[in-house]
C-alpha cells in the first residue's frame, strides 16, 4: 500500500516555473515506477511523465520534452516535477501515481494522490 500527497502547486504567469513535491508514504516506495499525470478542464486525465524505481529511465510526453524533469528521492520517499517556461495550456490539477509497471499508460497506475492546482495565465 502506498498514500501520496502532492503539493507545490499554485498560480504562475506564463513562462514561470513550479516545482510539485509528491511525498508518499509505505516502506516498498523504492520499488515503484513513479509517474505524474494532469487533468485539464473538460479533458481526460493525461501523461506528463514518469520515473523508473532505480531513477535511471524518464519518458515524457512530447507537450513537456525539455521543459519538465522528473526526479526522485527514495531515502526521502518523494518525487518531483520541476516545470519551467510554463503556458496556459499547462494548466490542470495535476497528480503523481505509483506503478509496478513502467509506462504511461494511466491505467497500469495503481495509487494516486489526491491532485495539486496548477494554473498558468497569460
Known amino acids: 500500500q502506498v498514500q501520496l500527497v502532492e503539493s507545490g502547486g499554485g498560480l504562475v504567469q506564463a513562462g514561470g516555473s513550479l516545482r510539485l513535491s509528491c511525498a508518499a508514504s509505505?516502506?516498498?516506495?523504492?520499488?515503484?515506477?513513479m509517474g505524474w499525470f494532469r487533468q485539464g478542464p473538460g479533458k481526460e486525465r493525461e501523461f506528463v511523465t514518469t520515473?523508473?524505481?532505480?531513477?535511471?529511465?524518464?519518458v515524457y510526453a512530447d507537450s513537456v520534452k525539455g521543459r519538465f524533469t522528473i526526479s526522485r528521492d527514495n531515502a526521502e520517499n518523494s518525487v518531483y516535477l520541476q516545470m519551467n517556461s510554463l503556458k496556459p495550456e499547462d494548466t490542470a490539477v495535476y497528480y503523481c501515481?505509483?506503478?509496478?509497471?513502467?509506462?504511461?499508460?494511466?491505467?497500469?497506475?495503481?495509487?494516486w494522490g489526491q491532485g495539486t492546482q496548477v494554473t498558468v495565465s497569460s
Open positions: 509505505g516502506r516498498t516506495f523504492s520499488s515503484y515506477n
Open positions: 520515473i523508473g524505481w532505480s531513477d535511471r529511465h524518464t
Open positions: 501515481a505509483a506503478s509496478r509497471q513502467f509506462g504511461a499508460n494511466v491505467k497500469d497506475y495503481d495509487y
